[in-house]
Nanobody
């Protein structure tokens, strides 16, 4: 069993930055892929970024490439999402997910989810 707790969301102006954190419980954290998804009102949940167990392989959605960076610290059981140059369209609830050993963009393939943290980008 893995429990995930996100933090770091908030209100930020367009062009600003935020860093999201996701703290995980459970000894299997270091073996799992960790991913960030987001869901805006009226839209489907979409993947933002994912990282493999070692941090040596990452995935970023085209919409965030060059602006968002995913990283992890296995010693702290924590995964991060550094978000720079935020845009209005980045406004969403951001979720941390895990439970897989390989990166996939499908939300249905992830077993464990956090409760989400709201990110609101204002003009």
């Amino acid at each position: 069993q893995v429990q995930l707790v996100e933090s770091g969301g908030g209100l930020v102006q367009a062009g600003g930055s935020l860093r999201l954190s996701c703290a995980a419980s459970g000894r299997t954290f270091s073996t799992y892929v960790m991913a960030w998804f987001r869901q805006a009102p009226g839209k489907e949940r979409e993947i933002v970024a994912a990282i493999n167990w070692s941090g040596g392989s990452t995935y970023s959605a085209d919409s965030v490439k060059g602006r968002f960076t995913i990283s992890r610290d296995n010693a702290k059981n924590t995964v991060y999402l550094q978000m720079n140059s935020l845009k209005l369209e980045d406004t969403a609830v951001y979720y941390c997910a895990t439970g897989r050993f390989t990166i996939t963009t499908s939300a249905a393939q992830y077993v464990y989810w956090g409760q989400g943290t709201q990110v609101t980008v204002s003009s």
